[in-house]
């Protein structure tokens, strides 16, 4: 099983490279074969090619989006839980997304599943 | 299915409930044969009766516990993923600690199954 450590840097990245529209970099994060559920409610997405397809559908709807922790993580055994924000900007305007992430991790600290607790309906513009 | 109105009261009464140490109106927010895992990575507890031990578990180890909601509630389709403190008091101290929980719900917005990702290690002082 990956250390806890191990686990925390691969969200690291993970948000960072997002955020950075390092699409490469973020595709590295997860195992092979991993799924996504994003947001919760949506069919699952199962490989690189498919996790790649969010990628580009996420990032088509803003200027760049930015991922923020948002204070609470925790990491038990293979799993992690954690607050952040999505924070995409378009046309000049900010707006801020509260998410709640469930994720598993293989024995490399990569992403075998990830499910994101969110509701497009409450995104609200940022006043921070 | 439940709808998100019913899922939040569920929700709203658990957190109350556990806080005004009211153990028959916490346990009622559970549907029968609903299972717990609190926190994640310990044995779940099926039932009315082990979920019960739960409570005195929980409630043996303080003078009072106070849930808080704290800020994030998300509520996809039979899902919940919200955020909240448990705020224990012990010989005049109040002490916070962040916890993710993750609920199902049946047709009666009934809890069905419930994680709870929290580190007691990560556990301090309140400061409000």
Do not use: N
């Not at 955020?19 to 970099?25: E, I, Q």
């Not at 590295?28 to 990628?55: H, K, Y």
């Not at 707006?95 to 969110?118: E, G, P, S």
């Amino acid at each position: 099983m990956a250390d806890a450590a191990s686990i925390q840097k691969t969200i690291d990245t993970y948000m960072a490279c997002f955020t950075a529209d390092d699409k490469d970099g973020w595709l590295d994060c997860f195992a092979e074969g991993a799924w996504i559920e994003d947001p919760v409610g949506t069919p699952r997405r199962t490989g690189r090619d498919d996790i790649g397809a969010f990628w580009g559908e996420s990032h088509g709807l803003a200027d760049s989006i930015e991922l923020r922790s948002s204070g609470i993580t925790t990491i038990i055994g293979s799993e992690a839980a954690f607050t952040m924000q999505a924070r995409p900007s378009l046309a000049g305007a900010t707006y801020v997304m509260d998410i709640i992430d469930v994720m598993t991790f293989d024995d490399h600290a990569k992403i075998t599943t990830m499910r994101a607790f969110y509701d497009p309906a409450a995104m609200r513009p940022a006043t921070d």
